[in-house]
């Protein structure tokens, strides 16, 4: 049985407790994959990350990625939450730039000061439309239904993570909606996707409210997904390239679950695509685990993983 530094923070924080939960095991060498998934199974949040040393010339540290159900290559909310846990820690120096190592690659953050403290960003992996097959397509209007602005603002894209898009016609008709959850799992199953992420424009700041419901890996409704918001952002900018959001905006999301997170969007004229906000850290200690590791891989573990 061993001791690792453990964090949970708060990420998109428009209020602390209003964000996404994201536990952090802030040096996670020794730590077999099996004994990742089953603490992830046990803290029960969306998804538990892992630090471990960079495997590759450039990043400063590597990330692994689990839900409760299984390991992730990447995700936006837990790559900004643990980002922030290292600076905050003194693991990792404050830098304008930083680089991450998950199982997609090498992701760029940034930092950025804010009115409420640290703010960080990461570059959203450029998305691309998908083409799904004419049943899958039928499946997400079905589900949908009347509450779709129109059968041309439903889009399947991908970009990190491949997630089904919809616009909904109005903020009432998403946030009223009761998400068929199941039906949403089968669509996911069946496209290979994480589920479906529904948005509607307000007319206000935050010009949008969005609500995804991750089905396909288990998670009913996600209270703040980064790499969702990412998504819908290079949707919008493709459809709407001379729009009000073209250059950025900001999004509500969560408040349906009592959430309140607050994501920001930045987007540049080369279409890159900036997702990002404030992260808070609600708890501070140390976990103690049974890692299955060698007496030799725990001694190894004293020193700080993360590249300074």
């Not at 992730?72 to 905050?88: M, N, Q, R, V």
């Not at 097959?133 to 059968?151: D, H, K, S, T």
């Not at 919809?166 to 496209?191: G, V, Y």
């Not at 060698?294 to 004293?302: E, H, L």
């Amino acid at each position: 049985m061993h001791r690792f530094p453990y964090w949970q923070m708060d990420v998109f924080a428009a209020r602390r407790g209003g964000g996404n939960p994201l536990g952090v095991v802030l040096d996670a060498r020794g730590w077999t994959a099996t004994a990742m998934q089953d603490f992830a199974r046990w803290t029960g949040l969306v998804e538990t990350t892992f630090v471990l040393p960079a495997e590759v010339e450039g990043a400063d540290y590597r990330v692994r990625m689990f839900t409760p159900r299984r390991e992730i290559p990447f995700a936006a909310h837990p790559s900004l939450g643990t980002a922030h846990a290292l600076i905050e820690s003194g693991r990792l120096p404050q830098r304008e730039r930083l680089v991450q190592q998950c199982g997609i690659g090498c992701i760029e953050l940034r930092t950025a000061p804010g009115e409420d403290g640290l703010q960080l960003f990461l570059r959203a992996p450029r998305a691309v439309p998908v083409e799904p097959p004419e049943a899958q397509r039928r499946m997400a209007l079905e589900l949908l239904g009347a509450r779709l602005r129109g059968p041309e603002h439903l889009a399947c894209m991908e970009g990190g993570r491949r997630w089904w898009i919809a616009e909904f016609r109005d903020e009432l008709a998403l946030r009223s909606w009761d998400a068929p959850i199941d039906a949403i799992a089968s669509l996911a199953r069946s496209s290979d996707t994480l589920g479906l992420c529904g948005f509607a424009r307000t007319g206000t700041d935050p010009a949008l409210v969005v609500r995804a419901f991750p089905a396909g890996v288990g998670i009913a409704e996600d209270p703040a997904s980064g790499a969702a918001n990412g998504l819908i952002a290079a949707w919008l900018r493709h459809a709407e390239p001379e729009g009000p959001l073209a250059r950025g905006y900001r999004v509500s999301q969560g408040r349906e679950m009592g959430h309140d997170a607050l994501v920001e969007l930045h987007c540049e004229a080369d279409g890159t695509i900036w997702v990002g906000g404030r992260s808070l850290a609600i708890v501070r200690g140390e976990v103690e685990w049974t890692i299955r590791a060698s007496k030799a891989t725990a001694a190894a573990c004293a020193a700080p993983c993360a590249s300074t």
